[in-house]
């Protein structure tokens, strides 16, 4: 059997984040103190958070991961340019805090993928943009995927964006 190549915590090897690459972008998550948050210190989180965050880094795509009762946002590179004004910000805080305009709209949409543990898509929603409603149809289409800790309670959601523009 070959040994894996990704770091163990607790080993010899180094820290489970050893294996998301050193890029300006990632050094945010990096370098920030997550033991401010109700999250604490990445090396006392669960392989299961350990690993969606190893996703969202390693997915092309914008991807946001949403975890905790707060909502702490963790995300890559390809989400930046999608929070626009909230990045850098938004790393490590919680959605209501980094987007407080936005949340009435976008936490039922947490709240129905945690109940349904359904992804639930998000093409045609009216955001508040700058104290104007706007209709994201024609710019992206977001999708918001709950994650659930062992048969707990979900405790997580990841938003993956599409930008249309693209297309």
Not at 15 to 21: E, G, K, N, P, R
């Amino acid at each position: 059997m070959q040994s894996s190549s990704l770091p163990i915590r607790g080993s010899s090897q180094g820290s489970w984040t050893d294996c998301i690459a050193k890029t300006e972008h990632n050094a945010l998550f990096l370098n920030y103190d997550f033991a401010t948050t109700s999250l604490g210190p990445t090396s006392g989180w669960s392989p299961i958070l350990c690993a969606y965050v190893t996703m969202v880094f390693a997915d092309s795509r914008g991807a946001c991961l949403y975890w905790g009762p707060d909502r702490i946002a963790i995300y890559n590179e390809g989400f930046a340019v999608t929070a626009e004004g909230a990045h850098p910000f938004l790393m490590g805080h919680g959605f209501a805090e980094a987007f407080p305009e936005l949340a009435p709209n976008i936490e039922p949409v947490f709240e129905l993928a945690a109940t349904t543990g359904q992804a639930v898509n998000v093409d045609d929603i009216q955001l508040f943009v700058n104290g104007t409603i706007t209709l994201r149809r024609p710019i992206s289409s977001d999708s918001s995927f709950p994650f659930a800790e062992a048969m707990a309670k979900s405790q997580g959601s990841t938003i993956l964006h599409s930008n249309l523009r693209r297309r």
